[in-house]
């Protein structure tokens, strides 16, 4: 670990410190951060591995040791300066003294977050150490993967930890280590099959094999050749070590010692003795390759995460907005702060019925236009309804009732009914379409109201019942009206100039038509009556299904939209008198208060976390002496 010259250390330790810092502001709650995760199989030797690099005495024993992730922060201190440790967890701070108490801690940290048994936990504890004798480096350990349950563990267990193990590797910010034995196929580990599901090509994948003392002999050439990449490949390649063994652990055989004994090992093996000479082998050499991994991985991420906290603030603020900033706790203000919501939702909701811009909710307008379309649409296919059936009954009339009269005239009083019937026929579309009207209508309020009492369930409650009431009553309003339009309609009438245009423009219209006809023209004087009367019904129908397809939506939106809107405001405003009610109709939601702390807490770490990047940015550069951009 001395090759670690000052000049790297100089500019190694900010990238590790300023990932430290995000994720102590619990920026990583947030999005992924940059990390190197100890992933293995059990018995792999992740602990003693963990503990080589750490020279602390970490949880050990059989079955599932590691029951929760530990995030393990490394940091090298000048010689001759102590050693000290410090644990966190939840709220919980603590002070560790001696190296030796920190298996203890841990252990304790484990039981308060995932009960004394034998199950496991996603909160993760954190343990800080600072040391001479420690690389630069941060490493999270994740719970050894399990097949089998044993007595206090849950049937799935196994699948438990794969979970909580995927949620870390899968993330592009971590860097995979896996930890295999060399006594086992690396082919067939479950923890290199995980890292392989999530990165396939190898990119964030670093191998680390271990025990290569208990390999069989005549295999060792098989070894050499994964850690040479030549097995199963992957980007960032192997390292191979040999920490102690159960044996040397009961032996008291201290950390230090164990470096001694690795280096002899390797530098006295003739078959792993190349490995040595070329740095792929040995706790010291991993320590190295593992920091200058981590702060490649580091500044490659820098500028990914800046524009993550950038977008993540963005949308953390706009959702805040949506839930303002709450009532507050003085009684006068908090009157007034009732008085200025319920004047915006007013507000709104005559800006909604007039077509305005609003910061959230559809144009009701839009709506609408769609509805008054498809009514004009039943007014046309009505009208091709009516042109058929006049045709029918007049050649009908001419058959059973004329009697003195010569041909082609037609009694006015018939004219009319037969004009009244068709007309008739399209009351009850009407009334169904302000029906449909009023549901929209009512449905865009209530959601207006939603919005605008966003956490206030009783404010919300109260404005539904007042826009049910006020929009079913003016629904029966509107419906009069236009019954009284239809009744209106039966008066056969229009002015004589209009009628005689439409009538003009329908006759020189069949003209055209008559003249392009490659058909004989009829030469029966009856029927060219006949058709005669036909351009004055369908004339007149024009002018009358006009006169409804614009008639019908104004009636609707006069009524559901200015008088429904009106009224609300005048029911919204006489509710404020009643000041009695004001903590009532002020009483919070749980939940919202509790997304708009989460909010607000999440703008605050990620505020501070842009402040670190950009105080980074100006300040460090990387290996290549390029500023590192956020």
Known sequence: MNSLNQQYEEKMRPCIDLIDRLRSLGVDQDLGLPAIAVIGDQSSGKSSVLEALSGVDLPKGSGIVTRCPLELKMKKKKEGEKWCGKIRYRNHEEEIKCPADVDKKIREAQNTMAGS??????????????????????????PGITRVAVEGQPENIGDQI?????????????????????????????????????????????GILTKPDLVDKGTEDTVVNTVHNQVIHLKKGYMVVKCRGQREIKQKVSLTEAIKRENAFFNDNVHFKTLYDEGFATVPKLAEKLTLELVHHIQKSLP????????KLKHTNAQLEKYGDGPPSDASERFTFLIDRVTAFTHDAISLTTGEELKFGANIFSILRKEFTTWKDTIDNSGLTFNWNIEREVAQYERKYRGRELPGFINYKTFEGMIQQHIKQLEEPAVQKLKQVAEIVKKELFNLAQCSFIGFPNLITIAKLKIEAIVNQKEIEAESMLRTQFKMELIVYTQDSTYSKKLGKRKREEAEQEKLSVRPHSSNENGATLKEMMKHFKSYYEIAGQRLADQIPLVIRYQMLQKSAAQLQRAMMQMLQDKEKTETLLLEDFGIQTTRSNHQGRIQRLSKARILLTEFSMNIYNFNSTPVQT
């Open 162 to 206: 794969k979970l909580m193990i995927q949620t870390y590797i899968k993330r592009q910010e971590t860097i995979s280590l896996v930890v295999v034995p060399c006594n086992v196929d690396i082919a067939t580990t479950e923890a290199l099959k995980m890292a392989q599901q999530v990165d396939p090509e190898g990119e964030r994948t670093l």
């Open 304 to 311: 990914r995460l800046g524009e993550q906290i950038k977008e």
């Open 117 to 142: 048994g034998a199950g496991i936990s996603n909160a993760l504890i954190s343990l800080e150490i600072a040391s001479p004798d420690v690389p630069d480096l941060t490493l999270i350990d994740l």
